[in-house]
């Protein structure tokens, strides 16, 4: 089992940064290479995926998934192992950007999400927005938990 805060590599971002590796100091017969690096492909939970064709489906693109050093805080949660991953969408309409930088933290059957959001044209600067959702929310759910967002 990996990690509740494992970084989500199978994405479609433009720039993907995203890599994630078993690390052992176990001694295996016949390996090639023991330093070397094998990475492994994870996938997101399905309502994370709901979460992210909820936003793509709202005109967003996503350009770049990387992950980041520190912690993060929603209004009734936080990550706990030093690391989160931000999924970075933008949409750049005629008269207005706005950029959703977007981290998911797994706890229990619960998917907490805490969502950045920055109009370049706005001088209201970013303001941030939590949500939480079950593991296996429906479509309709998910659609009325990121709909606030999308209107920021």
């Known amino acids: ?13 433009l720039k993907n940064q995203c890599n994630v590796w078993v690390e052992t100091t176990l ?5 090639i290479d023991p330093r ?7 996938k997101p ?8 064709r909820a936003i793509e489906q709202a005109g967003f693109t996503m ?10 805080r929603g209004g ?20 207005s950007s706005k950029e ?8 229990g059957q619960m998917m907490h999400c805490l969502a950045e959001i920055d109009r370049s044209l706005s001088f209201s600067g970013d303001q941030y927005r939590s949500f939480t959702l079950p593991i296996n929310a429906t479509d309709a759910q998910v659609a009325a938990a990121v709909a606030p967002t999308l209107s920021l």
């Open 76 to 95: 009734s949660f936080a990550s706990r192992s030093g690391i989160y991953q931000e999924l970075e969408f933008r949409n750049s309409g005629f008269v």
């Open 45 to 52: 939970l399905p309502v994370a995926s709901r979460v992210i």
């Open 27 to 31: 001694d295996i017969d016949f390996a």
């Open 63 to 72: 350009v770049k998934a990387d992950v980041e050093k520190g912690f993060l």
């Open 36 to 42: 070397d690096r094998d990475y492994i492909e994870v």
């Open 100 to 107: 959703i930088e977007l981290s998911f933290i797994l706890e």
């Open 1 to 13: 089992k990996l990690h509740d805060e494992t970084p989500i590599t199978a994405v479609s971002a």
